[in-house]
């Protein structure tokens, strides 16, 4: 029976950092190293300051400082510890394309390929190869064909391990994960790596929360469970419009059709719009596959979810304008929130930053303030649209580190991210700094709307009239 003692994870990002601290934390007899070519990056996870990790996740330091040094590394010599290790995950980034066959909609698996390339040139033993990353169904076929042809005679064994935890909660996730699936081959090698991995995972998960299939399924899964989470969103909010409309409130439809268990009342928030790295990205992978099989249906059916998505974000962006008299030019706009959810640094397709370029577009001077987010991502993420220059951007964009600063002589608030901080601000005081009559825009309805109005605020809710 194969037993691992040597982990490499290829990929020290948000999800292979996260992953790996935990699996070190929970195994301490097995040696894990994430390794990474962005030295800045490896240099940030071995800060001695648990402040400066790159990747911001509640407890995540308290994980990292129990294992980091006794049996957790971060590494850049990616070749050296693929070498010695028994089992390599890959955990690179698999963004939608952006040029060529497939550009807006399919993954750009140039990474992975090469992840694998990398791999067979380095081992000199057998290795089992864990797919960590969100693929494309069949892609480990790919994978396969690489490392067996390059390989020079070493054994692999492909298993796709996808990774379920969110941002905002991933430590919490990864150690009380509701399942772990792992895909695999179903023969006497196949099952031999399958079990290897269980066995990992079995030192905190629970036997029967460990689920096996076979690789298509494991891989199809993980794009189906964002899809269908995503799914919701969009459901709850293509309904909060209807209630602007008909004076329900999406907030109480939420909860009343959540009661019954078997809508479970979950992930039916209605908000500005979802963001985030894997949402948008595993869809449009989604739509570009089915499309590719000739499944126009299929495609059309999963491509509205992120239609009503933009639509949301949109509709947001026109209600704060026409609720300006229909000009915002000049007028300063403040932005509380920036990342795509609560607790998280991440700003990845936060919907922030489509509202932002929505507003500058019409010339708004926009305010920032996001208690994790720096205003060097801020300014990236709004130059990387490449709608207006960067010098434009400089100039219509200013980020503060003080939420009243930000809320000084503004016109409107909005609320792009619901961090629980802005529910304990001074809002007397926020108003009296404002401009009359001062607007608040509750993208995550978080905020107690009928105080604010007995401040005077005028409120805007998503679905709520
Ligand atoms: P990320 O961009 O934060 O991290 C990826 C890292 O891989 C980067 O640091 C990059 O430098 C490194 N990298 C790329 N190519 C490399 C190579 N050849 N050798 C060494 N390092 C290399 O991405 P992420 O958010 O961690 O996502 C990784 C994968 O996990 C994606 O496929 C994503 O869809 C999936 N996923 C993400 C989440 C999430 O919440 N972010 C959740 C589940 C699954
Ligand atoms: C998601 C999946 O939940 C996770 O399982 C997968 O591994 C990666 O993708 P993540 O994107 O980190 O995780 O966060 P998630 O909590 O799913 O939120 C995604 C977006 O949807 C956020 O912008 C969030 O604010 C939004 N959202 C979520 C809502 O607007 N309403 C909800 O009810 C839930």
């Known amino acids: 029976k194969k037993k691992i003692t040597k982990i490499c994870c290829i990929g020290a990002g948000y999800v292979g950092g996260p992953t790996m601290a935990v699996i070190a934390q929970k195994c301490p007899h097995i040696q894990v190293t994430v390794v990474d070519i962005n030295q800045a990056r490896i240099d940030a996870w071995n800060d001695e300051n648990l402040e400066n ?37 890959i955990s690179v980034n698999t963004p939608t394309k952006t040029y060529g066959e497939g550009k807006g909609q399919a993954a750009d698996l140039k990474w992975i390929e090469l992840c694998a390339r990398q791999i067979a040139a380095a081992s000199d033993s057998d290795k089992i190869v864990v797919e960590k990353s969100t693929l494309p169904v069949r892609t480990a076929e790919a994978v396969k064909d690489i490392l067996r042809n390059t390989g020079g005679g070493v054994k692999f064994q492909i298993l796709s391990n996808p990774e379920f935890l969110a941002e905002g909660t991933a430590v919490e996730d990864l150690q009380q994960a509701d399942r772990v699936l792992i895909g695999g081959e179903n023969s006497p090698e196949g099952k031999e790596a399958i079990q290897a991995l269980v066995d990992i995972y079995a030192h905190w998960i629970p036997r029967e929360k460990i689920l096996t299939t076979n690789v298509w399924s494991s891989e199809l899964s993980k794009l189906t469970a964002n899809a269908v989470l995503a799914q919701r969103v969009s459901s709850i909010n293509s309904l909060s419009e209807l209630c602007e409309a008909t004076e ?102 936060s919907a922030a930053i ?88 509750d993208g995550r309805n978080i905020l107690d709307h009928e105080a604010l109005r007995k401040i005077g605020f005028r409120v805007y809710a998503i679905g709520k009239s």
């Open 53 to 89: 990790l790159p990747v911001y996740e509640p407890d995540l330091d308290q994980v990292v400082a129990e294992a980091r040094g006794r049996n957790l590394f971060f590494s850049t010599e990616v070749d050296t510890v693929i070498k010695e290790a028994e089992m390599v995950f």
């Open 248 to 349: 329900a409130d999406i907030d109480e439809v939420s909860r009343a059709i959540g009661a019954d268990s078997r809508i479970g009342k979950k992930f039916l928030k209605a908000s500005v719009g979802f963001g985030g790295s894997c949402f948008q990205k595993d869809i449009l992978n989604l739509v570009y596959i089915s499309r590719s099989y000739g499944l126009t249906e299929v495609a059309d059916y999963w491509e509205q979810v992120i239609k009503m998505n933009d639509h949301q974000k949109g509709r947001f962006a026109k209600k704060i304008i026409k609720s300006l008299y229909n000009t915002v030019s000049g007028k300063k706009i403040a932005f509380l929130g920036w990342a795509f959810k609560k607790d998280t640094n991440d700003t990845r397709e």
């Open 354 to 441: 489509y509202v932002a370029d929505h507003l500058l577009n019409e010339k708004a001077i926009i305010s920032v303030y996001d208690p994790k987010v720096k205003e060097k991502q801020i300014q990236f993420d709004l130059n990387c649209l490449q709608t207006r220059s960067e010098e434009e951007n400089r100039s219509l964009v200013n980020v503060e580190v003080d939420p009243y600063e930000v809320c000084k002589d503004s016109h409107a608030v909005a609320i792009l991210t619901e961090w629980d901080e802005f529910k304990t601000y001074d809002w007397q005081k926020i108003y009296d700094s404002m401009l009359k009559p001062a607007q608040v825009f």
